[in-house]
């Protein structure tokens, strides 16, 4: 089974960037799709960001958070990253990468997603 281990999270203020990795070990790296998802206190899960593991690697991104955060692929590490420009306090969560093994369902549909990482906190104070 593939297991997936973000970091990069951390404390900024408004404004600041931050660069999260999700790393890929383990199983047979068979992907579709990787994605980015958020939740903060109180509220549900939420698309951020994905990434089509192929096809030129097109990626498809969240209303709230388009023109300030990049989704990212390096193939041969298995990795995908997520440059977060212009952190605002309403981007703090707890920030989780997801594999999609299948093309079945949309992108920012987590039932698209089987294997999901621990998160990693992002805080950005004003």
């Known amino acids: 089974q593939v297991q997936l281990v973000e970091s990069g999270g951390g404390l900024v203020q408004a404004g600041g960037s931050l660069r999260l990795s999700c790393a890929a070990s383990g199983g047979t790296f068979s992907t579709y799709r990787m994605g980015w998802f958020r939740q903060a206190p109180g509220k549900e899960r939420e698309f951020v960001a994905a990434?089509?593991?192929?096809?030129?690697?097109?990626?498809y991104y969240a209303e709230s958070v388009k023109g300030r955060f990049t989704i990212s692929r390096d193939n041969a590490k298995t990795t995908v990253y997520l440059q977060m420009n212009s952190l605002k306090p309403e981007d703090t969560a707890v920030y989780y990468c997801?594999?999609?093994?299948?093309?079945?369902?949309?992108?920012?549909?987590?039932?698209?997603?089987?294997?999901w990482g621990q998160g990693t906190q992002v805080t950005v104070s004003t």
């Open positions: 997801a594999r999609g093994v299948f093309p079945s369902g949309s992108y920012e549909n987590s039932h698209a997603y089987a294997d």
């Open positions: 990434i089509r593991w192929g096809y030129g690697g097109i990626t």
